[in-house]
């Protein structure tokens, strides 16, 4: 990426020296898209803390070290220096560690209601774990777009530019609560946005905001931990309102990753306009590597070489074959009678031990851009961070966790040798990052926004 001369960083609200050696920010962002989870207890919504500070230092602690990572030799010299500056148990050895020298407070202006979460189209992709439990619990609320909070900070004046870009770099791509990198819990700024959200979303007005090429590649290769440097964004450049943006964003991978829009699709279109079976060749393999007494409903088509390409999206991937054919029928039932495999679990593990979750390099998300008058406007935008993949290994496995033998394969192998392509999208690709990219390019700027969807849960008016 070539980058011209980055002018200076706009200045924020002057922090208001309130101490020697102190500053004070105070900003005021408004949740843009619905908040998933935030509390202490997994997938819920805080009823009682709207806004926990708490959550923020974590998502502040994760920008400042995409931003930094790089300038540190090994992950222990990174560790310290988080850790003097965002907080962490002493270390043996190492001074000025232990509370942080930051200090965050959240004063929550309005809170939006709770309401139930979408269960289709891309919004309820993006919720994928709300959903109704196969145990019967119901599935849990998500807070509706619309809160808007203050956040003061305080902090050593020598650390003012380093905070205030993870600020700005966690207003921009980050987000409040879970499921952040597909667009839940989006922020923008209320009142001047200027020294925080660019006029564009293209990294050349994202650059001129930190005053440097943040994108830029690092020397050095990057290692497991996610870095802005490096990363590679596509933006459509449309710009709408926040839930659209979002849609749009998360929908791409949608379609990516599920659709059937021509026989080269990620899925073969049915003959009843209803997606088929899928050309990823995960399904197939599943099939090689389980057992049945009947023959398969669908055929393998792809050889048995081991290949799980959509690990790259994060993990774990839960699958689940049809059970009923397209009559309703349990295959069984079907003449000839049929089968498909069980569920089955696709994760990794880092030598003989299995290991339960690697977080999704791509972020999708509505951009904040500055607001036209008193009218907001975002662009949606795919990142992907640059990380190198863990030092382990992808595997299949049971629905119980149990591994499957044979089918252990490197993070770098993205499809099997001597096999088959059938989706379009990932031939002659080394990546599912270039493979996402490529397809992006060619159809991410060709869609148009879609009219919003029955199932956007309504916002009630504040009064």
Not at 100 to 127: D, I
Not at 275 to 304: G, M, Q, T, Y
Request: proline content about 10%.
């Amino acid at each position: 990426m070539t980058v011209g001369k980055i002018p200076a960083p706009p200045r924020a609200q002057l922090p208001q020296r309130r101490a020697r050696g102190q500053a004070e920010l105070k900003i005021e962002l408004k949740i843009s898209t619905p908040v998933f989870g935030g509390s202490p207890i997994p997938r819920r919504v805080d009823s009682v803390d709207t806004v926990r500070a708490a959550s923020i230092r974590g998502q502040l602690r994760f920008w400042w070290r995409a931003l930094h990572a790089q300038n540190h030799a090994s992950s222990q010299e990174l560790y310290v220096a988080e850790s003097r500056l965002w907080g962490g148990p002493a270390v043996k050895g190492v001074a000025d560690i232990g509370r942080s020298p930051v200090e965050l407070r959240v004063n929550v202006r309005r809170a939006s209601e709770l309401a139930s979460p979408p269960s289709s189209g891309p919004e309820g992709y993006a919720l994928f774990p709300a959903r109704d439990q196969q145990d019967g619990t119901p599935p849990p609320q998500i807070r509706l777009q619309g809160t808007c909070f203050e956040l003061h900070m305080r902090f050593p004046l020598e650390h003012e530019r380093a905070i205030r870009d993870s600020l700005r770099a966690w207003v921009l791509f980050g987000g409040y609560g879970g499921r952040t990198r597909r667009g839940l819990g989006s922020l923008t700024v209320v009142g001047d946005g200027t020294p925080w959200l660019p006029k564009f979303p293209s990294p050349t007005a994202i650059n001129e905001l930190f005053g440097r090429d943040v994108f830029a590649q690092p020397d050095a290769p990057a290692g497991v931990t996610p870095l802005l440097g490096g990363a590679r964004l596509f933006s459509s450049f449309q710009v709408m309102r926040a839930y659209g943006a979002w849609s749009k964003a998360v929908g791409w991978l949608l379609e990516f990753r599920q659709g059937s829009e021509s026989h080269c699709g990620a899925r073969r279109p049915g003959a009843d306009k209803r997606p088929s079976i899928s050309n990823w060749p995960e399904a197939d393999k599943v099939r090689h590597f389980s057992d049945a007494a009947l023959p398969w409903a669908h055929p393998p088509r792809h050889n048995k070489a081991p290949a799980w390409p959509r690990a790259g999206f994060g993990l774990p991937i839960i699958g689940q074959f049809q059970a009923k054919s397209r009559n309703k029928k349990p295959w069984e039932a079907e003449q000839p009678p049929r089968t498909e495999p069980e569920d089955f679990r696709i994760g990794w593990q880092q030598g003989d031990t299995p290991r339960d979750r690697l977080a999704s390099p791509l972020i999708l998300k509505p951009l904040a851009l500055l607001a036209n008058g008193d009218e907001e406007q975002f662009s949606p935008i795919a990142l992907w961070l640059n990380r190198a993949p863990p030092d382990g290994k992808v595997i299949l496995q049971r629905s119980n966790g149990a591994v499957v033998a044979g089918t252990e394969v490197s993070f770098t192998q993205f499809l099997a040798p001597d096999d088959k392509v059938f989706f379009g999208a990932l031939e002659g690709k080394a990546s599912l990052q270039d493979a996402f990219f490529a397809w992006l390019d060619q159809h991410g700027r060709e869609q148009q926004s879609s009219k919003p969807r029955k199932n956007r849960p309504k916002r009630r008016r504040q009064r």
